[in-house]
């Protein structure tokens, strides 16, 4: 079950690019990562956000030459900065993006957590969407700021009202200083804030005083139907700052390296960032992000011509498999949100978000009985109880597979 079964006109073509069929069961098991390391053989994981793609062309080429070089010192110079903007204006078109307003950072969770420290004060409060990435709870507590939740709303959008009430509370009356830590899109619904949502956002923070950190790694990833907007282009965000890898996109979480960008009234704030932090990123990381962003981008087309096929392949096996799962196709991302509440597990392990590898509910269940690896819902904050997140980006054969052993696991309950 290493290979995509053909399905429907020009599937063999469509198969003989795309980066998800390309590695065996067996390869992706002589991997050491996370992603497949965490779990006994028998499991297919679902689960942490890396794809079962080999390295896109570009990259392996411009990290074989580093490495035929002995390239392997400290990074320098804007080269990443400026494929990124390169990127923006192509893919975005945005041409917003400075890169003497941009900093390397050594990936993202640091570099959201360094441009938090530049505009708020310990004590503060952070403000995020629940159900979100589990880490926005752990590294912004471990770093000495209140979370403060505002959950999503219908359709899981941000709810501007429960934004508003989060954003009083979180400055207590004026009496501390906030920010804002968005997923744009978001992980893990998948939902790509619309520039109107984004605008909105842009005002309510302005009139409540908060400062809006965007995280954007998943921006590369939007899917075919809906369309980017990063958040330092709408009106009111000039204050903004946001940062981005190609670490999701390309599959180079190992390698890092990440930017941070700031809108113009936010740039004398990013020049404040300790000069240490750029020294952070990997050279290799930045040689291959670099390379990713310049020259992997018809990789990128045909990754996501893959993931679009097995969003709604996932859509298909959810019906047929999973009677009374909640599926809502991602407009962005590799990642699924199963709303598994109508299967009445309880969350009794659940020890509030935060802590990535714990399962309870219905991922603790798909694991003993359908040996299949999910992330579990409840550590992304209220909201997140009963659900599972799914990784998608694996090939059809996987997933089919993964989703049949889920529904006679359910079945056989
Ligand atoms: C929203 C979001 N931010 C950050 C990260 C992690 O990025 P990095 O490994 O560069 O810290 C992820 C990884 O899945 C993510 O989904």
């Known amino acids: 079950m290493d290979r995509m079964d053909s399905e429907g006109p020009g599937a ?11 590695l065996s069961l067996d390869q992706l098991r002589r991997r050491t990562s996370m992603k497949w390391r ?10 942490v956000a890396e794809m079962d793609v080999p390295l896109a062309p570009a990259v392996a080429a411009a990290l074989h030459e580093a490495v035929s070089l002995g390239d392997t010192g400290y990074p320098y110079g804007r ?7 390169a990127f923006a204006r192509e893919r975005w078109h945005w041409d917003g993006l400075r890169v003497e307003h941009t900093a390397i950072v050594p990936d993202v969770m640091m570099g959201v957590v ?17 159900p979100v990435y589990p880490p926005f709870y752990a590294f912004v507590s471990h770093d000495g700021r209140e979370v403060v939740e505002a959950p999503l709303g219908p359709g899981l959008r941000i709810d501007p009202d429960a934004l508003e009430e989060a954003f009083v509370r979180a400055r207590g009356d004026g009496r501390r200083g906030a920010a804002f830590l968005m997923s744009n899109p978001h992980n893990p619904t ?3 804030h619309t520039r109107a949502e984004l605008a909105a956002v842009a005002e309510l923070a302005r009139r409540h005083r908060v400062r809006v950190v965007s995280d954007e790694i998943h921006a590369p990833l939007v899917l075919a139907g809906a369309s980017f907007t990063p958040f330092l282009s709408v009106p009111g965000a000039e204050n903004g700052l946001a940062v981005t890898s190609a670490s999701k996109a390309w599959n180079l979480a190992g390698l890092k390296a990440a930017v941070a960008f700031a809108g113009p009234e936010a740039a004398a704030d990013l020049r404040r960032l300790p000069e240490e932090v750029s020294h952070g990123p990997s050279h290799l990381g930045v040689i291959a992000h670099t390379a990713a962003l310049r020259s992997g981008r018809e990789w990128l087309d045909d990754l996501l011509t893959g993931l679009d096929a097995n969003r709604r392949l996932l859509g298909q096996l959810v019906e047929q498999h999973l009677p009374g ?4 196709p991602p407009e962005a991302t590799y990642l699924a949100w199963l709303d598994c509440t109508a299967l009445g597990l309880h969350d009794d392990a659940a020890d509030g978000p935060g802590v990535v590898s714990e399962l309870a509910g219905p991922a603790r269940m798909f694991l003993d009985r359908a040996r299949v690896a999910l992330s579990s819902g409840h550590v992304f904050g209220t909201g997140g109880a009963g659900c599972v997140r799914l990784n998608f980006a694996t090939s059809p054969a996987v997933l089919r597979e993964a989703v049949e052993r889920m529904g006679r696991a359910i079945a056989d309950r």
């Open 12 to 22: 063999a073509d469509a198969a003989r690019n795309d980066p998800l069929v390309q």
């Open 38 to 47: 965490a779990f006994p053989g028998d499991v297919l994981p679902l689960w």
């Open 79 to 85: 080269a990443y900065a400026e494929a990124l903007a």
């Open 114 to 130: 360094e441009l938090l420290r530049l505009v708020t004060e310990p004590g503060d409060a952070v403000v995020v969407c629940s």
């Open 190 to 192: 998948g939902v790509v």
């Open 325 to 328: 799962v909640g599926y809502r």
